[in-house]
């Protein structure tokens, strides 16, 4: 007897159900093999032994289970597409909430520099024939005096005014119509002095206004302070020019 | 006014009344009238199947409460599908599909939560399939249908052993008397891979059953 026959007879009575017994391929096998019978018995035994598992029912209330369940989800349903119907209306509040801070930090960051109240305001306006002054530090020591005496207010005023000034002309002019108001770089002599053309033409000289310039400081309580600043100097440019080299040096030092 | 004095007067109504609902009706008819609103068309459906799939259910997964839990949620999820109910094979297949998904879901969802069983300790020592705690008994039994139940105990914990691949075609053939086609299209698999597995279903079983054979 081969194996490879039972294997294959094996696998018959496997498939088979009820044909099994007028198999006769099966039977002759079976007849002659006895560890085939053995299978065959084990596999009939098996199967009356699977089938006897008795089946169970479903329970008494299952019919009513069921119908409350489907009854509870055809009520919940439109609860369900309002609550979808809620989430989107959610997602578009949001999105116009997004968009509306968002324009309105543009438009803030637009008006920002306009809307800011300027810490120093010029009352008494350079007039165009007299040249402008840029409020550059005096030389004399009452001078200086006077101006550090109005520090704390006039303090965002050396922006324009101070070394920097000199540095970066380009600044000076663009914010110029913004915190210095009515002042015309094109009529007025341009109180801007490079170092650098002072190294190329030492002899060049300065057009220097030859007026006071007058800031009048409001402090905003209502009382106003006015500073007069005398005509700048060549030492005023001395000390413009020692400035630029990043600290600031005591007039008293021998240049 | 009327006084309700059954529950099946509650939520369903029959817009087509009753027509269909006779006991001859095919099963792809019900589910057509329930696609129309006939609840009493699916109340017999329900009625047709809900026996044979709390038993399959209970056969997967060896639990009565949720074999009846899964056999209410395949009859919600019918419900729900009736609109795209395609009649390319007989209900009784696909209403098997749905239940043999949810029960694997529910078998594998389980294996997850490794429930801590009594019976744990006595796990073999090849970590092959856990041994049943089944500490012999030397009296002698008292009668004939306690043998047998004892018997189909044991052969349902035998079956509760087996891997889920090889548990629902033996389920399904040996159980239940299905064909070989109608399994593979229960399974989504072919038919020569349902004989194998059926196969070795069997083998698996003859061994852990062999005292009852």
Redesign the interface.
Known sequence: MKANDCKAIRQRIDELEHEIETNTTIQGHVQSCSMCRRFLEDEKSLRRLVASLVPVEAPPDFDFRLRARLANERVSKPGRQRIGKLSFAGAAITVAAVAVLGVGIALFQQLKPVSAPPAVALKDQVKPAEPASTGAPRESQSQETQVKAAAPVVQPAPKHSGPNSVKRPDILASERPRRLVAIDSAVTTPSVVRQDDLLIEPESQLTLPVQTLKVSVDDGSGVSRTISLPTVSFGAERVLTNARSGFAQPTKVSW | MDTLTS?DQ???SSPLGGELVDGSASDHALLEATRTGDEDAF?EL??RY??????YI??MISD?DG??DL??ET??RV?RAADRYQQSHAFSTYIYRIATNLAISELRKRKRRRLVSLTGFFQSNDGSEPLEFNPPDERPLQDTELV?FE??AA??RA?GTLPEKYRAP?ILR??E?RS?EEISQILGTSEGTV?SR??RA?GF??EK?KA??
């Open positions: 529950i509650l939520p369903f109340a329900v009625s809900r026996n044979q799939l709390v038993s209970y056969r009565y074999a009846v056999t209410q009859f919600v419900y047998e018997r189909r052969v349902q079956i033996l040996d159980v008397g070989y004989k059926i196969s069997r079983l003859r059953v009852y054979l």
